[in-house]
Protein backbone atom coordinates (compact mmCIF):
# COMPACT_ATOMS: atom_id res chain seq x y z
CA UNK A 1 0.00 0.00 0.00
CA UNK A 2 1.42 3.37 -1.24
CA UNK A 3 1.72 6.09 2.17
CA UNK A 4 2.69 9.62 1.88
CA UNK A 5 4.48 11.45 5.22
CA UNK A 6 1.76 14.09 6.21
CA UNK A 7 -1.80 13.58 5.16
CA UNK A 8 -2.88 17.34 5.91
CA UNK A 9 -6.47 16.45 4.39
CA UNK A 10 -9.18 14.08 3.01
CA UNK A 11 -11.09 14.82 0.18
CA UNK A 12 -14.76 12.46 -0.61
CA UNK A 13 -16.50 12.02 -3.51
CA UNK A 14 -20.50 11.73 -2.21
CA UNK A 15 -22.78 9.41 -4.26
CA UNK A 16 -20.92 6.03 -4.32
CA UNK A 17 -18.36 6.86 -1.93
CA UNK A 18 -20.41 8.57 1.29
CA UNK A 19 -23.72 7.29 0.56
CA UNK A 20 -26.01 5.46 -1.64
CA UNK A 21 -28.18 7.24 -3.48
CA UNK A 22 -29.34 5.65 -6.18
CA UNK A 23 -32.82 4.90 -5.19
CA UNK A 24 -34.34 8.95 -4.76
CA UNK A 25 -32.05 9.32 -8.19
CA UNK A 26 -33.71 6.59 -10.00
CA UNK A 27 -37.00 7.38 -8.49
CA UNK A 28 -36.08 11.29 -9.81
CA UNK A 29 -35.42 9.70 -13.55
CA UNK A 30 -38.26 7.97 -13.82
CA UNK A 31 -40.80 10.53 -12.06
CA UNK A 32 -39.29 13.04 -14.87
CA UNK A 33 -39.20 9.86 -17.62
CA UNK A 34 -42.88 9.76 -16.87
CA UNK A 35 -43.73 13.36 -16.63
CA UNK A 36 -42.30 13.06 -20.39
CA UNK A 37 -44.78 10.04 -21.57
CA UNK A 38 -41.91 8.18 -21.43
CA UNK A 39 -41.28 4.04 -19.80
CA UNK A 40 -39.23 3.82 -16.75
CA UNK A 41 -35.64 2.52 -16.17
CA UNK A 42 -34.56 -0.17 -13.98
CA UNK A 43 -32.35 0.96 -10.88
CA UNK A 44 -29.48 -0.30 -12.13
CA UNK A 45 -29.08 1.53 -15.79
CA UNK A 46 -29.18 4.80 -13.41
CA UNK A 47 -26.60 3.56 -11.31
CA UNK A 48 -24.81 3.38 -14.40
CA UNK A 49 -25.19 6.77 -15.41
CA UNK A 50 -24.47 8.67 -12.36
CA UNK A 51 -21.28 9.95 -11.76
CA UNK A 52 -21.00 12.89 -14.05
CA UNK A 53 -23.54 15.55 -12.39
CA UNK A 54 -27.54 15.72 -12.74
CA UNK A 55 -27.11 17.70 -16.25
CA UNK A 56 -25.43 14.87 -17.98
CA UNK A 57 -27.90 12.31 -16.04
CA UNK A 58 -30.68 14.16 -17.74
CA UNK A 59 -29.37 13.28 -20.65
CA UNK A 60 -29.08 9.90 -20.40
CA UNK A 61 -32.13 9.40 -18.53
CA UNK A 62 -33.83 10.66 -21.66
CA UNK A 63 -31.37 9.25 -23.76
CA UNK A 64 -31.22 6.02 -22.70
CA UNK A 65 -27.46 6.40 -23.34
CA UNK A 66 -24.46 7.42 -22.08
CA UNK A 67 -23.20 9.86 -25.08
CA UNK A 68 -26.40 11.00 -26.69
CA UNK A 69 -27.72 14.49 -26.01
CA UNK A 70 -31.27 15.22 -25.76
CA UNK A 71 -33.17 18.00 -28.03
CA UNK A 72 -32.53 21.27 -25.48
CA UNK A 73 -35.90 21.93 -25.08
CA UNK A 74 -36.75 19.19 -23.99
CA UNK A 75 -33.79 18.54 -22.38
CA UNK A 76 -34.62 21.95 -20.46
CA UNK A 77 -38.43 20.81 -19.56
CA UNK A 78 -36.74 17.36 -18.14
CA UNK A 79 -33.69 19.83 -15.88
CA UNK A 80 -36.33 21.66 -14.19
CA UNK A 81 -38.72 18.58 -13.33
CA UNK A 82 -35.93 16.68 -12.56
CA UNK A 83 -34.08 18.89 -9.86
CA UNK A 84 -37.67 19.94 -8.24
CA UNK A 85 -38.65 16.35 -7.92
CA UNK A 86 -35.46 15.24 -6.64
CA UNK A 87 -35.08 18.13 -4.30
CA UNK A 88 -38.06 17.22 -2.50
CA UNK A 89 -37.45 13.67 -2.08
CA UNK A 90 -33.37 13.66 -1.80
CA UNK A 91 -32.96 11.61 1.43
CA UNK A 92 -36.52 9.36 1.76
CA UNK A 93 -34.45 6.48 0.72
CA UNK A 94 -30.95 7.79 0.82
CA UNK A 95 -28.61 6.36 3.13
CA UNK A 96 -25.28 6.50 4.18
CA UNK A 97 -22.80 3.50 3.68
CA UNK A 98 -22.62 1.16 7.20
CA UNK A 99 -19.77 2.61 8.23
CA UNK A 100 -19.55 5.68 6.96
CA UNK A 101 -20.15 8.06 10.29
CA UNK A 102 -17.20 5.79 11.99
CA UNK A 103 -14.79 6.45 9.67
CA UNK A 104 -15.61 10.29 9.36
CA UNK A 105 -15.39 9.89 13.24
CA UNK A 106 -11.92 8.23 13.39
CA UNK A 107 -10.22 10.51 10.47
CA UNK A 108 -11.94 13.62 12.43
CA UNK A 109 -10.12 12.22 16.02
CA UNK A 110 -6.27 13.40 13.18
CA UNK A 111 -7.38 17.11 13.67
CA UNK A 112 -7.26 16.90 10.06
CA UNK A 113 -9.86 19.04 7.57
CA UNK A 114 -12.23 16.19 5.78
CA UNK A 115 -13.74 17.67 2.01
CA UNK A 116 -16.45 16.70 0.18
CA UNK A 117 -15.88 16.79 -3.27
CA UNK A 118 -18.63 15.59 -5.82
CA UNK A 119 -19.95 16.50 -9.38
CA UNK A 120 -23.47 16.72 -7.81
CA UNK A 121 -24.68 20.22 -7.73
CA UNK A 122 -23.18 22.13 -4.61
CA UNK A 123 -26.73 22.88 -3.26
CA UNK A 124 -28.44 19.64 -3.37
CA UNK A 125 -24.77 18.46 -1.96
CA UNK A 126 -25.30 20.23 1.12
CA UNK A 127 -28.87 19.63 1.61
CA UNK A 128 -28.66 16.21 1.33
CA UNK A 129 -25.62 15.94 3.89
CA UNK A 130 -27.24 17.93 6.34
CA UNK A 131 -30.08 15.60 6.00
CA UNK A 132 -27.97 12.56 6.36
CA UNK A 133 -26.53 14.07 9.12
CA UNK A 134 -22.65 14.14 7.96
CA UNK A 135 -22.72 17.83 6.69
CA UNK A 136 -20.52 19.01 10.48
CA UNK A 137 -18.31 16.57 9.35
CA UNK A 138 -16.50 18.87 6.59
CA UNK A 139 -14.48 22.00 6.61
CA UNK A 140 -15.17 22.56 2.84
CA UNK A 141 -18.39 20.78 0.21
CA UNK A 142 -17.68 21.65 -3.44
CA UNK A 143 -20.35 20.77 -5.80
CA UNK A 144 -20.00 19.99 -9.39
CA UNK A 145 -21.36 23.13 -10.42
CA UNK A 146 -18.68 25.29 -7.84
CA UNK A 147 -16.02 25.91 -10.14
CA UNK A 148 -15.59 26.05 -13.81
CA UNK A 149 -14.74 22.44 -14.07
CA UNK A 150 -15.64 19.41 -12.52
CA UNK A 151 -14.01 16.12 -11.90
CA UNK A 152 -12.32 14.45 -13.24
CA UNK A 153 -10.51 17.61 -14.01
CA UNK A 154 -8.03 18.53 -11.52
CA UNK A 155 -9.40 22.08 -10.85
CA UNK A 156 -12.23 21.18 -7.81
CA UNK A 157 -8.94 19.14 -5.75
CA UNK A 158 -6.49 22.02 -6.45
CA UNK A 159 -8.68 24.62 -5.36
CA UNK A 160 -9.35 22.67 -2.01
CA UNK A 161 -5.92 22.41 -1.40
CA UNK A 162 -5.61 26.11 -1.74
CA UNK A 163 -8.31 27.20 0.12
CA UNK A 164 -6.92 24.86 3.35
CA UNK A 165 -3.36 25.96 2.49
CA UNK A 166 -1.66 22.77 2.06
CA UNK A 167 0.47 20.83 -0.64
CA UNK A 168 -2.48 18.39 -2.89
CA UNK A 169 0.17 15.85 -2.50
CA UNK A 170 -0.69 15.73 1.11
CA UNK A 171 -4.41 15.29 0.71
CA UNK A 172 -6.27 11.97 0.03
CA UNK A 173 -9.14 11.62 -2.94
CA UNK A 174 -11.61 9.10 -2.03
CA UNK A 175 -13.90 7.94 -4.34
CA UNK A 176 -15.47 4.90 -6.30
CA UNK A 177 -15.29 6.04 -9.97
CA UNK A 178 -13.07 6.73 -12.59
CA UNK A 179 -13.85 10.35 -12.41
CA UNK A 180 -12.45 10.42 -9.12
CA UNK A 181 -9.16 8.33 -9.63
CA UNK A 182 -8.24 10.43 -12.80
CA UNK A 183 -8.82 14.33 -10.90
CA UNK A 184 -6.59 12.81 -8.12
CA UNK A 185 -3.67 11.80 -9.95
CA UNK A 186 -4.02 15.23 -12.27
CA UNK A 187 -3.82 17.01 -9.34
CA UNK A 188 -1.05 15.09 -7.54
CA UNK A 189 -3.18 13.53 -4.76
CA UNK A 190 -3.18 10.12 -3.22
CA UNK A 191 -6.37 7.96 -5.14
CA UNK A 192 -8.30 5.60 -2.64
CA UNK A 193 -10.71 4.06 -4.54
CA UNK A 194 -13.83 1.94 -2.33
CA UNK A 195 -15.08 -1.13 -3.53
CA UNK A 196 -18.42 -0.93 -2.56
CA UNK A 197 -19.52 2.20 -4.69
CA UNK A 198 -20.96 2.01 -8.11
CA UNK A 199 -17.68 1.65 -10.10
CA UNK A 200 -16.40 -1.30 -10.66
CA UNK A 201 -12.92 -0.81 -8.89
CA UNK A 202 -11.18 -4.10 -9.97
CA UNK A 203 -11.96 -3.19 -13.34
CA UNK A 204 -10.37 0.09 -12.97
CA UNK A 205 -7.55 -0.98 -10.93
CA UNK A 206 -6.86 -3.24 -14.41
CA UNK A 207 -5.51 0.63 -16.45
CA UNK A 208 -2.96 2.19 -15.50
CA UNK A 209 -4.85 5.61 -15.84
CA UNK A 210 -7.25 4.69 -13.34
CA UNK A 211 -5.55 2.14 -10.83
CA UNK A 212 -5.91 3.44 -7.24
CA UNK A 213 -3.16 3.59 -5.05
CA UNK A 214 -5.25 2.16 -2.02
CA UNK A 215 -8.12 -0.05 -2.37
CA UNK A 216 -10.75 0.07 0.60
CA UNK A 217 -13.66 -1.93 1.27
CA UNK A 218 -14.85 0.41 4.55
CA UNK A 219 -13.81 4.03 5.24
CA UNK A 220 -12.41 3.34 8.38
CA UNK A 221 -9.20 1.90 6.84
CA UNK A 222 -8.09 5.24 6.06
CA UNK A 223 -7.50 5.80 9.47
CA UNK A 224 -5.95 2.27 10.21
CA UNK A 225 -3.38 2.69 7.90
CA UNK A 226 -2.74 6.48 8.64
CA UNK A 227 -2.05 4.98 12.13
CA UNK A 228 2.31 4.33 12.19
CA UNK A 229 2.09 7.80 10.49
CA UNK A 230 0.21 8.84 13.41
CA UNK A 231 2.08 7.14 15.68
CA UNK A 232 5.69 8.30 14.60
CA UNK A 233 4.37 11.94 14.48
CA UNK A 234 3.85 11.56 18.37
CA UNK A 235 7.27 9.99 19.24
Same mark, same amino acid.
Given at each position: ??T?????????????T???? !???L???? =??????L????????? /?E?? $???????? /????????????????? *????? %?F??????E??????????????????L?? #?GI??? $???N? &??????? @???Q??????F?? !? @?????L?????????? @?H??E?? =????? &?M?? /?G??? &??I????? +???????? %?????????? +???????PD *????? #?????? =? #??????????
Amino acid at each position: MTTIEHVQAVAFDLDGTLCDS !IPDLAAAA =NATREHLGLEPLPGKT /VESY $VGDGIAKL /VHRVLTDTREEQAEQSL *WEQAF %TFFIRHYREHLSDLTRPYPETEAGLGLLKT #LGIPLV $VITNK &NEVLAVE @LLQQLGLADYFSL !I @LGGDSLPEKKPSPMPL @LHAAEVL =NIDPA &NMIM /VGDSK &NDILAAKA +AGCLSVGV %TFGYGDMTML +AQEADTKPD *WIIGA #LPEIYE =N #LQPQKDKDQE
